[in-house]
Structures are given as structure tokens and as C-alpha cells.
């Protein structure tokens, strides 16, 4: 009796054993589970609830092993193995797919992005990431305008998507004046695809009460011509400056963004996700889809620490586990949930002209020669640092303490170094050794650093379509970073073989979403539209493919302190999808093109592709 109870435990006792937040229960639940997953062959196997058999199915465990079968029960993997093992799983009830040597693998595991903005950004005016002159832009926006007109003569326009750094031609600055007679009485705003610059109108600098006499907030700078009068340009924090005054969206309307954000995901295969830049709204309008059963992807939340707010770690503190008890839902289960137990800090910006704002050891080169006879020699900015080192190592060992996962975003070598020393510190005066800190995007590292990730557990959280050559990369960085710098530029491979478990993140909206896409850069460094950005990105190496694909799924996992997904083995919970290739043996230039024919999410079938697609 107790041999056949432990092989196969009654679901009610694994319900009740996973019910609730104490840790000694779900750690009995999971004992339980993965004895159960452990039977021995030879042992009568309970029906599964789905068998896909015939496929290649990829684990994403450490060896990048591939199976042909895995069978799904109660929400989670009861089998991989081979079509001959896989037939002691399927009764009378079980549905049986044969994949014909289709792949599947984890669901991918998102770990950076903002899903409210980019649901938003799905429903309004959009320059869709373009490279575009300023004419082509005043003609989109009054597009826009017109098809507006109805929501009255002041309504706000906010335009998104708007790639700053490939204007035309290149080296072109948008300000409020090109903007102005587009309309005389509604406000407008323009923000760059990686959301750190905005540009407003004159009648929407009005409304927000900005003159010459306007200070620069911590953390931000306004854009002023020779006079001091700003130019219609705000990065950083200052653009809360303008963007505050916008009408808040109404709970509907997060909501709906919400939507079309999650169904964005599951086309391209999302099962899990971090808001890296999690607002209460956002965390709300997941949370009334979860309540409402439209949950489709587990979802993560980073509150934001401002600069401000960092220099009172325990007031921080306190705010986390206050959002963390009106949020989070508990331990994962089968069923998606919200989770807190990120926070967000902004160590600087970025480092493309025009904006210079990723803080860099040494200067920003500038031109000292004429456009068509450039000189680049050093120029007076290193970029800033928004939150002094002393303050940030203080900040990070108090959000440590408390149990959450610090999420730094740091692009600049500067802002990297002191990021690490400030983990350094952290680890130094913590005595929790389950704390799993990530930097997001870590753009340009000095070589003596890339082995301090590994040493000290840190996860860069890199955005792979970054590495390939084109307007944001070649023409807004090369000249001003120079030849040593330049090839520095997006370490993927240089923080892999110091031993540094990277993982993924689209900061979708900055980019549209496309996982597949990224990928393809990942392991190519090459822009597939060829012509002047033909070639690989610099001097970096791709990443090895299985490699790339375990980053977005068991690795993307574990920095979401999510060790129940992300590997397709027994006990794990079934998010699984399946593709339309197999991603380890097509043509790298081809994986772009990859379909999500099926995405499941705890054993449910939450999108299936249309035939055809």
C-alpha cells in the first residue's frame, strides 16, 4: 500500500498538498510529484490527458537532449521518452497527436518585456519602428489625427514605435516645431520605440506647464536649444514631465491592452513573462484577466525604484512587499498567476546618438571634423548614472534581504561595473543565497567583468535582435563608441564562454514582438535585409542554437525563480508549444520565419494555428 501510494499518489492528496502559500506543504506537493514522475517503467501508468508522439522533442535540458514523445497529465509532464514508452500513458480518453516529425520545446520564457505598453501600442498610432523622414512622420501622425477627429478638437494624440535612431536622413532631430501645425489645439507626444526619449508638441509642453525655467529631473534631461528654451525633446525621467499629463487609460482600456498583448504571445509561443517596468495598472489588468479565466502566460512583475525612491532602501523595501501582499497570488501552480518578486532599477539609458545616455568608463566620441570630413576624438560625457554606487549597494542588499530579485537595467560599461560591485556588496552582507539578480541588456561590458557574472550569480537579460548591424547599431553607435568599444557591443558569446547563464528578453514594445526573429540574430549577428547593414555585427561571436533556445526557456525560467517550467522533463509543468521547424536543424537564416502551430500553458491548449497559416 504505501509502495503504491507513493508511485502514484491520489490526486486529491497532491491537491491538497499544493494548496496554499506554505512553504513545508509545497515542498511536500513537490516530493510527491516527482516520485510519482520517477515510477518505474515496469509500473501501470494512469492515462494521460494528451500524448504527442512522432516528434522531436527538445528538452531543453543541460545535455540539449531530444526525445520523440511526451505525454501531459493533471497539467503537468508525466513522460518524455519514445513512442514505444510513450503507449503505457494513453486510455481510452487520452488525445493522441502525431507531430510527424514536427519539433516542440518549453514555451518560451520572456524575461524582460513591458506587455501593457506593447498591448497599448497594438491599439494606438504607430510609426512602426520605420526609418523614416520627417515629412514621412508628419504625414503618419496627421493620418492619425484624422482618424481621431472624433474624440474632440483637444484630445491627446500619442503616437509610439517612433525609431528614433534611424530618422533620414541620418543624424536628423524631431523637436515640437516639426509638430505644431500639424494641430493647434491638440496636444501631442511621440515616444521612441525604446522608450527613452519623447518628443511633445508645444500645446502639450503648454498643458504641462514647461518653460526654459523647467528644472531637470533626477534621473532625466530636457532636450534646450542655444537660448535654453527646451526644444520639444525629453529623455529619461523627464518625460513623465509631459506623458504625466495624459489622461490616465481607464481599467477597460489596460484591459483590452492587456488582451492583445496576450494573444500577441501566444502566437509567438510566450508562455511566461516579466514586466520589466511593472505599474500597478498593468499588474491590475492582468490580474482581472487571470480572475476572468483569460490568463494565457504566467505572468511576472518588476515594480520600478526611481532614483529618488533608492535613496531610502527601506522605504523601498516596504513598497515592494506592500505591492507583492496586494498582488501575488502565491507559489506557481498549473494555472497562471500573477507573480511579485522583482524589482526594477534604472542604472542609465542608452547609448545611441542622439540620446548618449548609457553610462560609459570612458567618453562619448564626438565629430570635431565636418559630415563629409568626420573627426571623432573624445567629447566631454561619459553618459550618467542615476543612482550612486553607495546608494545602489545598499538598495540591492535590502531588496535581497527582503526576497526579491533585483532587475538592473544597466547598458553602459560604467553603469555594469557598478552594477556588479553593488551585487558584490550585496552577496557580502546577505546571508540569502536564493537571491537570482539580473542585469538587463549589459550592452557594452569592459572584458575585465564578463567572469564577474558567473562569480557573482548574476543573469544578463539580453535582447538578441540588438546584434546585428542597422540604423540603431552601425550608424547611431560605431563612430561615437570607436573601433575598441564597437566590438564590445552586445557580448552575448564573450558572457557565455566566461560562464555567465544569459537569458533572454524582447523588451517588446522597444522592438515589435518576434521571439523567432531574435533568435535568428542570435545565432547569425547578421541583418537579414542585407544591403548598406550586410554582414555580421562586429567582432562578437554568434551564440551556439541550443544554447540560444535553452536562454528563452529553461534559463529564462530560473531567473524568474520558476524552476517548475522551462525543461521539459517529468513533474514539470506542461507549457509546451510546437513548431512548424525544427530550430536546431534549419537553415539560421530561416528560423525568423518559425509558426507556432500550438502553444500550451499547464496543459491547456491556449492557441492553435489556422490551417493554413
Excluded at 526525445?67 to 487520452?94: E, F, H, S
Excluded at 511633445?200 to 532636450?223: F, Y
Amino acid at each position: 500500500m504505501i509502495k503504491r501510494f507513493i508511485t502514484h499518489p491520489p490526486r486529491t492528496v497532491v491537491a491538497r498538498a499544493t494548496a496554499g502559500r506554505r512553504p513545508a506543504t509545497a515542498l511536500l506537493a513537490a516530493t510527491l510529484l516527482t516520485l510519482a514522475a520517477a515510477a518505474p517503467a515496469s509500473a501501470a501508468a494512469r492515462p494521460a490527458d494528451t500524448v504527442w508522439k512522432n516528434g522531436r522533442i527538445f528538452t531543453a535540458d543541460a545535455r540539449g537532449t531530444v526525445r520523440q514523445a511526451v505525454a501531459v497529465r493533471d497539467g503537468r509532464i508525466a513522460y518524455v521518452g519514445t513512442d514505444r514508452g510513450v503507449r503505457r500513458y494513453v486510455g481510452r480518453r487520452t488525445h493522441v497527436t502525431d507531430l510527424h516529425g514536427r519539433m516542440v520545446t518549453p514555451g518560451l520564457v520572456d524575461a524582460h518585456m513591458h506587455p501593457l505598453g506593447g498591448g497599448q501600442a497594438l491599439l494606438k498610432c504607430s510609426l512602426d519602428y520605420l526609418p523614416l523622414t520627417k515629412e514621412q512622420i508628419r504625414s503618419r501622425i496627421a493620418a492619425c489625427l484624422r482618424d481621431t477627429a472624433d474624440e474632440g478638437p483637444k484630445a491627446w494624440l500619442e503616437v509610439t514605435a517612433w525609431y528614433q535612431e534611424a530618422m533620414l536622413p541620418a543624424g536628423t532631430k524631431l523637436t515640437a516645431a516639426d509638430l505644431d501645425d500639424l494641430s493647434p489645439t491638440r496636444p501631442i507626444t511621440v515616444q521612441s520605440s525604446f522608450f527613452h526619449s519623447t518628443v511633445a508638441n508645444s500645446t502639450a509642453m503648454r498643458i504641462a506647464g514647461i518653460t526654459a525655467a523647467t528644472k531637470d529631473p533626477a534621473g532625466g534631461s530636457i532636450d534646450r536649444d542655444a537660448q535654453g528654451a527646451p526644444t520639444g525633446l525629453f529623455n529619461d525621467e523627464a518625460q513623465g514631465l509631459v506623458t504625466g499629463k495624459i489622461p490616465a487609460p481607464t481599467a477597460a482600456d489596460d484591459r483590452k491592452a492587456a488582451e492583445a498583448a496576450l494573444k500577441a504571445m501566444r502566437e509567438q509561443g510566450v508562455t511566461s513573462f516579466l514586466d520589466a517596468a511593472a505599474s500597478p495598472d498593468s499588474m491590475a489588468a492582468f490580474r482581472s484577466l487571470r480572475r476572468q479565466g483569460k490568463l494565457t502566460a504566467r505572468a511576472h512583475f518588476a515594480p520600478v525604484i526611481s532614483a529618488d525612491q533608492a535613496k531610502d532602501p527601506a522605504k523601498a523595501v516596504a513598497g515592494l512587499q506592500a505591492t507583492r501582499r496586494r498582488f501575488d497570488e502565491g507559489p506557481v501552480g498549473v494555472r497562471p498567476a500573477i507573480t511579485v518578486r522583482n524589482a526594477k532599477v534604472f542604472m542609465d539609458g542608452v547609448q545611441q546618438f542622439p540620446a548618449f545616455t548609457a553610462g560609459l568608463l570612458d567618453p562619448y566620441l564626438v565629430n570635431t571634423g565636418t559630415p563629409d570630413h568626420p573627426h571623432f576624438t573624445p567629447g566631454p560625457s561619459r553618459g550618467p548614472i542615476y543612482v550612486q554606487p553607495g546608494a545602489l549597494a545598499r538598495l540591492l542588499t535590502a531588496i535581497g534581504a527582503a526576497g526579491f530579485d533585483p532587475h538592473v537595467h544597466s547598458i553602459g560599461d560604467r553603469a555594469v561595473r557598478v552594477t556588479l560591485d553593488a551585487v558584490a556588496a550585496m552577496r557580502k552582507a546577505t546571508k540569502r543565497r536564493d537571491v537570482r539578480p539580473a542585469m538587463a541588456h549589459a550592452e557594452i561590458v569592459d572584458p575585465a567583468d564578463y567572469r564577474r557574472f558567473a562569480q557573482l550569480g548574476v543573469l544578463p537579460v539580453m535582447s538578441y535582435q540588438w546584434a546585428k548591424p542597422g540604423p540603431d547599431s552601425v550608424d547611431a553607435q560605431k563612430d561615437y563608441l570607436g573601433f575598441e568599444r564597437w566590438n564590445r557591443v552586445e557580448p552575448e558569446d564573450s558572457l557565455r564562454r566566461a560562464g555567465a547563464r544569459i537569458t533572454y528578453g524582447s523588451d517588446w514594445p522597444v522592438d515589435p514582438l518576434n521571439e523567432w526573429f531574435a533568435l535568428q540574430v542570435g545565432v547569425t549577428r547578421e541583418n537579414p535585409a542585407g544591403g548598406k547593414y550586410a554582414g555580421r555585427f562586429n567582432g562578437q561571436k554568434p551564440l551556439p542554437r541550443a544554447y540560444a533556445l535553452r536562454s528563452i526557456t529553461a534559463s529564462g525560467s530560473y531567473a524568474l525563480h520558476q524552476d517548475a517550467t522551462g525543461v521539459i522533463a517529468p513533474g514539470k509543468l506542461a507549457d509546451l508549444i510546437v513548431l512548424d521547424r525544427d530550430v536546431l536543424r534549419t537553415k539560421a537564416r530561416r528560423i525568423g520565419a518559425t509558426k507556432v502551430l500550438t502553444t500550451m500553458v499547464g496543459g491547456r491548449t491556449v492557441y492553435r494555428a489556422r490551417a493554413g497559416r
